[in-house]
Each structure stands twice: as C-alpha cells, then as structure tokens.
C-alpha cells in the first residue's frame, strides 16, 4: 500500500509539471506568453525616458563651447559671440614642447564668461566660491583644471582669457577660443580648440573620503 502511495504522488507531480507553462509558452497554445500590458508600457517609458536624456544633450557644432555643470545658466557660445564682448589683451611668455613662446592675445575674461552662467556656490559657507573648480576642455579630450579663485579678479592678479586671436589672426571659426593662462610659465593649461567649460565644487569628493 505504501508503495501504491508513492506511485500515485509521483504520478501526481508529473501531471501537474506537464500542465504548467514552461519557458514562457502558454500551456494550451504552446505559443509564447506575452508580457502584461503595465509592464509593456513600463519598458517602453523606460526607453523613452533614456533617449529624452540623451537628446538633451545636443552634440556640438565645431566652435561652440558648452558652459555648464553646477550652474544655474547652462548654455553654448562661439568665437562670434566672444567677439561681439568687450575685449582685453594679454602680452604672454611660456615655455611649451615647441620652445619658447612668446605672443600678444586677445580676448575674453574667463570669469566673465563663467559668471554669465551663475554658478551654484554655497553661499551659506564663507567664500564658498572658493570650494569652486574649472574644467577645460579642449580638442583631442585635451582637458585642464583651474580653481576658481585663480580666475576671480576679487582673489587673482592676473586674468585668464578665452582668446579670439594671436598676434592679431583671428582663431578660425571651427576652430573655437584659445584658454590663455597669463601667470603660467608653461603653456599646459593653454587649452586649444576648447569645446566645454564645466563648473563645479570639490565638497563631493573630499566630504566622501572622509
């Protein structure tokens, strides 16, 4: 009897095995099950919502610069636009891999440029602008980093430039503004055909390796 039993639930479990779908298939059509309709439609808003993001971000043109990251202004401008702002020069002399150099830009202010997007400092800590970094970014993902002070004619001497010409030649269009670093000795953060001025704080990254 026991073993009659046994052979009865082992019989059991194989029938009910066979009665359930299997591999997404419905058990009586033996077709594939079809997702339900919320989470149809939860994917697709999904895919939406990811190709929204990515167009957000139009692709440069050549010679637009984006100005962007913690501020309040994002937005792009070109060699015209610079051009059409009150201009200074710079006489300048560095050393750089082609030897010494020495040429007279003219330009921009830097921090006219960046002021124009109104960067997100925390005013509630005391000059909190001085939290503030730059990144520059130029042709060949060529990129540079300055803290904001260095800029900032309230705590710098000098003044960095987004030049529109050399010695008097105008930068091609296509090309975009050159950064000029007047107080440098070497021509490192002489960023060429820059394409991104990013603006941000270090608080994120020494608060969270504490």
Not at 42 to 58: E, H, T
């Amino acid at each position: 009897m026991r073993r009659a039993g046994l052979a009865l639930a082992a019989g059991a479990l194989v029938l009910a095995g066979c009665g359930s779908p299997a591999d997404g298939k419905d058990a009586k059509t033996g077709t594939a099950a079809s997702a339900s309709p919320s989470a149809s439609a939860s994917a697709s808003a999904g895919a939406s919502a990811g190709a929204s993001a990515k167009a957000s971000v139009a692709p440069l043109k050549p010679g637009e610069v984006r100005v962007g990251g913690e501020v309040g202004k994002p937005y792009t401008l070109t060699l015209s636009d610079l051009r059409k702002l009150p201009q200074t020069s710079a006489a300048v002399k560095f050393t750089s891999a082609k030897g010494d150099q020495e040429h007279t830009y003219q330009g921009v202010p830097l921090h006219e440029v960046l002021k124009a997007a109104e960067p997100r400092f925390d005013q509630s800590k005391k000059n909190g602008q001085l939290r503030g970094v730059v990144a520059a970014t130029g042709g060949g993902d060529y990129r540079a980093v300055f803290a904001w002070a260095e800029l900032d004619p309230g705590f710098a001497k000098s003044r960095i430039l987004l030049a529109v010409s050399e010695d008097g030649v105008p930068f091609d269009d296509a090309a975009g503004p050159r950064l000029v670093v007047p107080q440098d000795t070497k021509g490192g953060r002489y960023v060429s055909e820059l394409n991104q001025l990013w603006i941000g704080v270090v608080d994120p990254v020494v608060d969270g390796a504490k």
